[in-house]
């Protein structure tokens, strides 16, 4: 069935610093690949989003590569700051509506 | 413009015992999914909806069923509750889940089996 495997599992960095999440998916009929931010003790929210027919994607401080031949995709923070600790998950879609996340990546950014 | 509720958002349930987690939306999207999410894990996907009686199986849909009779909700029904059913229980929905377009979340529902 589909996977979505997200790496690293918790990744730290200091602040001002680049952090790099990356994901693979196994299914090459998924179109859509959304990233979200989940701060503890609260609901995920998309932060960025990209389509299939883009490699990639830019808003501010994050981004989105997708490479569509190798299956994977990576958010690409810059500039980091103290509220960018959390959690982020990668997702990847399929035609038949399912929308599968990766294992999460707990970020902190120390001050 | 409420987006996705869940009802309730804390429930203890003894072993054995059944519940209903409600979640109803208002932005007439058709896809509409649960997901479970473990302590210090990822979301895993338990059912999901592309529209109204219309109803298909996730990565872990053992010991929970699911039902689709209007547009607006999309009930979890948890039969013979186990302490392994001990979870977050989120609730999202979309316009389009095949095309692609942002999943909005419920604000979860916190369960306890004991």
């Known amino acids: 069935g589909e996977n979505v495997e997200q790496h690293p599992s918790t990744l730290s960095v200091q602040e001002g610093d680049s952090a790099v999440i990356k994901c693979t998916y196994s299914?090459?009929?998924?179109?859509?690949f959304p990233w979200y931010k989940q701060e503890l003790g609260k609901r995920p929210q998309l932060i960025i989003d990209i389509r299939s027919n883009v490699g990639e994607k830019k808003d501010q401080r994050i981004a989105v590569t997708l490479n569509k031949t190798a299956k994977h995709f990576s958010l690409h923070i810059t500039e980091t700051q103290p509220e960018d600790s959390a959690v982020y998950f990668c997702a990847a879609n399929n035609q038949g509506g399912k929308l599968i996340f990766g294992q999460g990546t707990e970020l902190s950014v120390k001050p | 413009n409420a987006g996705v509720t869940q009802t309730p958002k804390f429930r203890i349930l003894k072993i054995g015992q059944s519940m209903t987690l409600q979640c109803t939306q208002d932005m007439n999207h058709n896809y509409m999914y649960w997901y479970r999410q473990d302590p210090g894990m990822g979301l895993k996907l338990i059912y999901y909806s592309v529209g109204a009686g219309i109803t298909d199986k996730g990565e872990v849909p053992n010991g929970y069923n699911v039902s689709r009779s209007t547009t607006e909700d999309f009930p979890l029904r948890l039969e013979l509750a186990a302490p392994s059913q001990t979870s977050v229980y989120f609730c999202?929905?979309?316009?389009?889940?095949?095309?692609?377009?942002?999943?909005?979340f419920g604000q979860g529902t916190r369960l306890t089996v004991v």
């Open positions: 999202a929905s979309s316009s389009a889940g095949g095309g692609g377009t942002e999943a909005f």
């Open positions: 299914d090459s009929a998924s179109n859509y």
